[in-house]
């Protein structure tokens, strides 16, 4: 259950280590699951949803649906690449499709509810991060621990200083890409039938989604739902997480790019289906 509530990089993939009674597990979970259905539902909903203006929300809710539904197929192109047999990887995965089939029934039939409840659990999570980093400072100045058991907050501002020194190249990196390779994102643009800011956000989501969210309000509704499903599972391949996995696990990096791949590519799929044209 690790992978499927926390991402690889923020906790999903030595939690699971710690809880798995095998590797496979670990792997199947940490990096399967952790580098796609936890790094949506602990970073991408409540990121995006905050970031994005009311008028949106609705398409980028109905985009992480999508990517949600997807997810679990992660599975898969792990256990192909690990060499797991197909029934273990099945076995495992029971209680991630069991919630991805959940999710598909409530989008299929309840689309605009299902959409607007994923907004419910974005605002429910941040809340919950905002009293834990409380609990957390408590602790580190004061020496009084509300949660037993809580990592000590001086790593964390580590990693945030990290990802603060990244981010300062993330939105210079976009205008590089507007600028450069303007013809290239048109060409995707136009295959799959979204706007040239779509296709931008989309690529840029690969290295980290923050300046995809900011470019919400220039895509159409289409875009927004295309490019909230692809950056879900895809989001960090080639930023945070891969720099993660590469220190903390080395040999899991075929697994992440095999899991990303599967779930990305059926999440744009379904998206593609899902969606009607401008």
């Known amino acids: 259950f690790a992978g499927m509530v926390l991402g690889v990089d923020m906790g999903g993939l030595p939690l699971a280590e710690s809880m798995a009674r095998s ?4 792997v199947l979970s940490g990096i399967g699951l952790g580098g796609t ?18 008028a949106s929300r609705l398409d980028v809710s109905k985009g992480l649906v999508i990517g949600i539904v997807a997810a679990p197929l992660s599975l898969l192109g792990v256990g ?30 309840f689309a605009e509810k299902t959409a607007r409840a994923c907004l ?3 605002r429910f ?10 609990s957390a400072a408590l602790e580190h100045y004061f020496g009084f621990a509300l ?22 190249g993330a939105y210079p990196f976009v205008l590089f890409v507007q600028r450069h390779f303007a013809k290239p994102l048109h060409a995707v643009a136009a295959f799959l039938k979204i706007d040239d800011s779509a296709a931008l956000g989309m690529m840029i989501a690969l290295a980290n989604p923050l300046p995809t969210y900011s470019l919400f309000e220039r895509m159409t509704r289409r875009g927004r739902v295309i490019c909230s499903a692809f950056s879900g599972p ?4 080639f930023g945070d997480q891969l720099g993660f996995v590469s220190a903390a ?5 075929s697994a992440l790019f095999a899991g990303k791949l599967v779930a990305t590519s059926a999440a744009l799929i379904l998206a593609l289906a899902l969606s009607s044209a401008d």
């Open 120 to 122: 419910l659990v974005s």
């Open 234 to 237: 895809a989001l960090c391949l």
């Open 37 to 54: 259905l936890g790094c949506i539902l602990t970073y991408a909903m409540p990121l995006s949803l905050s970031m994005c203006s009311t």
């Open 147 to 168: 949660v037993p058991g809580m990592a000590p907050i001086g790593r964390q501002f580590e990693l945030i200083g990290e990802i603060s020194v990244m981010l300062a």
């Open 23 to 26: 590797e496979e597990a670990a």
């Open 249 to 253: 696990y080395p040999a899991g990096i």
């Open 125 to 134: 999570l941040a809340g919950a991060f905002i009293l834990l980093l409380a």
């Open 80 to 109: 192909l690449t690990e060499g797991y047999a197909l029934s273990s990887v099945l076995r495992l995965g029971i209680p991630a499709f069991i919630f991805a089939a959940a999710v598909a029934g409530a989008l299929a039939f």
